[in-house]
């Protein structure tokens, strides 16, 4: 069962809900159904886009000179 994320569409309330089978997602605050599926930290595997490549070390250990998590703002 994937958990997704969402923003109503209606009142902008950001959640995430676990969906089972063939279920619809609507916003716990309004009840809108009107909701625009957001991409999951979560939900980015080993083998997605995101993922970093493999041999990659821990933040701060690139040498930046704008310190640690710089070279990931680039």
Known sequence: MPIFEYVCRECNHRFEVL???SAQASCPQCQSTGLEKQF???GVGATGA????A???ACGSCGDPRGPGA???N
């Open 55 to 57: 041999g990659a070390s």
């Open 71 to 73: 070279c990931s703002m």
């Open 40 to 42: 999951s930290a979560f």
């Open 19 to 21: 969906i089972q089978g």
């Open 50 to 53: 995101l993922a970093p490549a």
